[in-house]
């Protein structure tokens, strides 16, 4: 069975600071994992995949993650933080069928 | 054809209603997908379609949800007798593979 876990339902920072949003998995099998962005009343958008290739994967929007299989870990990170990044994101997880686990989310601020 | 397309974008209905909502993938995705999401919660996977057939429900879905696609294009999505439990965001994703799925703006279904 696979799992997702975002470590903080929200993060906080500083326009121009580090954003680091934390998730772990759990997957019997090697997965394939997603971060989606989430603006309110909106759908998911694809910020970036790992699908077994580059373990570090570069996104939109200046994101990035990095898998490191060794501590089961995904974490998305931005150097820089913009307004405009103020969302939800959540973290997914796949085996490559149909169904797509996602995370309870994490909710990102950022403060002028 | 500019994504996936989901109608009504919000709906109010009295306990014990039927609804029904609809989703429009990309035009040549095969593959089609539901997912339910309560506030503050990531999306729940409901059920998936590849083109007409549906080849896998989640055990979220009771009997009183029903999901058809009839022409392996748009897809359907009832609830009946709602109940206030039913209240979340209805969202449906489309895709050609299983490393990317394009998801709609949701359906937001409030039952009083």
């Known amino acids: 069975a696979q799992s997702v876990t975002q470590l903080g339902s929200h993060v906080s920072v500083s326009e121009g600071a580090l954003v680091l949003l934390r998730c772990n998995y759990s997957s019997s099998v090697p997965p394939y994992l997603f971060w989606y962005v989430q603006y309110p009343n909106q759908g998911l958008q694809l910020l970036l995949k790992?699908?077994?290739?580059?373990?570090l994967v570069k996104g939109i929007n200046g994101f990035e993650a990095e898998f490191k299989k060794s501590e089961t870990s995904f974490h998305l990170t931005k150097p820089s933080a913009h307004m405009s990044d103020a969302a939800e994101y959540f973290c997914?997880?796949?085996?490559?069928?149909?169904?797509?686990?996602f995370g309870a989310g994490t909710r990102l601020f950022v403060k002028a | 054809d500019t994504g996936v397309s989901q109608d009504p974008r919000h709906k109010i209905t009295k306990r014990g209603q039927n609804v029904t909502f609809r989703c429009d993938p990309i035009s040549e995705h095969n593959r089609l997908y539901w997912y339910r999401q309560t506030l503050g919660q990531g999306p729940e996977f409901l059920t998936y379609f590849q083109n007409e057939a549906q080849l896998e429900k989640s055990r979220l879905l009771s009997d009183r949800f029903s999901a058809e696609r009839p022409k392996g294009s748009f897809s359907t999505l009832e609830i009946q007798r709602t109940e206030q439990g039913d209240s979340a965001m209805y969202l449906c994703?489309?895709?050609?593979?299983?490393?990317?799925?394009?998801f709609g703006q949701g359906t937001r279904l409030t039952v009083v």
């Open positions: 790992y699908t077994s290739a580059a373990t």
């Open positions: 994703a489309s895709s050609l593979t299983d490393t990317e799925a394009f």
């Open positions: 997914a997880v796949s085996t490559g069928g149909f169904k797509t686990i």
